[in-house]
């Protein structure tokens, strides 16, 4: 099956940093997601994009759908210690949807 | 709206019990679906529904088995636990094939 690329693993940055992580997949998908999982809870959507090239922006967020259709990246600028938490991509084909293995984020205040 | 929900939060089961996991959603949504999800793993798919009726096998399907219940409802079901199957087990929604999917709290199982 599909598998994918999840790029850092870990992050540890000073609070006001940008962050920048990102996605790779060896085959290509319709929809790229990107979601935040905080201990003890289910993932939160933050991004979605539908067309290759696609950037879209969620506040201080920013993600981009490759043009190939097989990667995608998320920006984080000014980081705060609220974003700390674990981030997920996913690709979706139809209903068969795959997840990176996710970006741990540590914001030290 | 409470979203999605999943009952119970927590189980421990003996090898070779049997249980069932609960998903309920009140977004009208009609596609839902179960993923397992373990350490230094991203989500992975077990089985899903595209609509009211219907189910399908995901990337993980060994050791369980679905029901989509009515169009709110879709549980998961270990006939006999196994302790390869401890995990974390999510319940998601969405409106329909290839839309985003809101996902439940989670329930968090342990086979002894």
């Known amino acids: 099956g599909q598998q994918l690329n999840q790029s850092p693993q870990s992050m540890f940055i000073q609070e006001g940093e940008d962050v920048s992580m990102n996605c790779t997949s060896s085959?290509?998908?319709?929809?790229w997601l990107w979601y935040k999982q905080e201990p003890g809870e289910g993932p939160v959507l933050l991004i979605a994009l539908y067309k290759a090239g696609e950037l879209t922006s969620n506040g201080r967020l920013t993600a981009q759908f490759g043009i190939t259709r097989k990667d995608s990246f998320l920006n984080i600028s000014a980081s705060i210690p609220s974003d700390v938490g674990i981030y997920f991509c996913?690709?979706?084909?139809?209903?068969?949807?795959?997840f990176g293995a996710g970006t741990r984020l540590t914001v030290k205040p | 709206n409470a979203g999605v929900t999943q009952t119970p939060k927590f189980q421990v089961l003996k090898t070779g019990q049997s249980m069932t996991l609960q998903c309920a959603q009140d977004?009208?949504?009609?596609?839902m679906y179960w993923y397992r999800q373990d350490p230094g793993m991203g989500l992975r798919l077990i089985y899903y529904s595209a609509s009211e009726g219907t189910t399908d096998k995901g990337e993980v399907p060994n050791g369980y088995n679905v029901s989509r219940l009515n169009k709110r409802e879709f549980s998961l079901r270990l006939e006999s636990a196994a302790p390869s199957q401890t995990s974390v087990y999510f319940c998601?929604?969405?409106?329909?094939?290839?839309?985003?999917?809101?996902f439940g709290p989670g329930t968090r199982l342990l086979v002894l």
């Open positions: 996913a690709g979706q084909l139809n209903n068969d949807m795959r």
């Open positions: 998601a929604s969405s409106e329909g094939n290839g839309r985003d999917q809101y």
């Open positions: 977004m009208n949504h009609n596609s």
């Open positions: 085959s290509i998908f319709n929809t």
